[in-house]
Nanobody, 124 residues
Framework: QVQLVESGGGSVQAGGSLRLSCTAS????????MGWFRQAPGKEREGVAA????????YYAESVKGRFAISRDNAKNTVYLQMNSLKSEDTAMYYC?????????????????WGQGTQVTVSS
């Protein structure tokens, strides 16, 4: 099976930046789609961004377009999320996710594997 381990979370002031990373282990094809969800207290877990092992264009939620950038290093089995111009609304637990569906970002039901999460806190 696939194991996902996140790192890079922390506390930052509004307007600052953080870079999250997620490394996958396991010799499978189940992480064709790798990305990030986030969940704030009282809210549903939502897809933020996703990247692919092939040539498919990465996905971004409308709320983060122009501010976040996802990248994937297939040789290292690692996906990154560069978060710039952070806002208080970005405060959440961020979870790495992987699955075989192209739309793994669309909802937890489409995700095969989860990381434990890394907290991102943005202060205003």
């Amino acid at each position: 099976q696939v194991q996902l381990v996140e790192s890079g979370g922390g506390s930052v002031q509004a307007g600052g930046s953080l870079r999250l990373s997620c490394t996958a282990s396991g010799n499978t094809y189940s992480y064709y789609c790798m990305g990030w969800f986030r969940q704030a207290p009282g809210k549903e877990r939502e897809g933020v961004a996703a990247a692919y092992s092939g040539g498919r264009t990465p996905y971004y939620a409308e709320s983060v377009k122009g501010r976040f950038a996802i990248s994937r290093d297939n040789a290292k089995n690692t996906v990154y999320l560069q978060m710039n111009s952070l806002k208080s609304e970005d405060t959440a637990m961020y979870y790495c996710a992987a699955g075989s569906r192209y739309d793994c970002y669309s909802g937890p039901a489409n995700v095969g594997y989860w990381g434990q999460g890394t907290q991102v806190t943005v202060s205003s």
